[in-house]
């Protein structure tokens, strides 16, 4: 074999382990099953109203994710209430289920005027639906997000009014 043969098979072989390790990731992104969990750990910062929402991931693939980006608006009666972000890339582990812990800032004025109520019916419900809609991404590459949680408005909150 000459050289150009040599190189040909090897410089080959290595392109198709490189295409072979991002289709294997390309497809475990787009399977993902993403499911949001109930909110915690409320706190007001700088005005707003911030906790962390929980995403559980389910990979059923057989490779590790880098997950690194989550970009999720936040919905309240088909309104925008604000935005779910990731602080760090999180893996999530082949075959199971992870945990991604994501950051959500919501104004307390978009909230209050996005679902209807009176400062008193908050109140007296003392309940708001959620819907988090977007993608979590890895590698470049995302998975759609739609899913909707009722959280309890938490008693500091309700103290403010």
Request: positive net charge; glycine residues 6%; aromatic residues 12%.
């Amino acid at each position: 074999m000459n050289k150009k043969t040599v190189f040909f098979f090897v410089g080959g072989g290595i392109l198709l382990w490189i295409a072979y390790f991002f289709y294997r990731r390309i497809l475990a992104v787009q399977r993902l099953q993403i499911n949001v969990d109930l909110p915690s750990e409320f706190r007001k910062e700088n005005g707003f109203i911030v906790f962390t929402q929980r995403l559980m991931v389910n990979n059923a693939s057989t490779v590790d994710l880098d997950i690194s980006t989550v970009n999720l608006d936040v919905y309240s009666a088909g309104y925008f209430v604000g935005k779910a972000s990731l602080p760090q890339s999180q893996t999530i582990a082949a075959n199971g289920t992870s945990v991604i812990v994501a950051k959500v800032t919501c104004s307390i004025t978009d909230i209050l005027q996005a679902v209807g109520y009176t400062i008193s019916d908050l109140i007296s419900k003392n309940k708001l639906k959620l819907s988090f809609q977007g993608t979590v991404g890895a590698y470049g590459f995302t998975a759609p997000v739609n899913q909707t949680t009722s959280l309890e408005i938490p008693q500091w909150i309700l103290k403010l009014f």
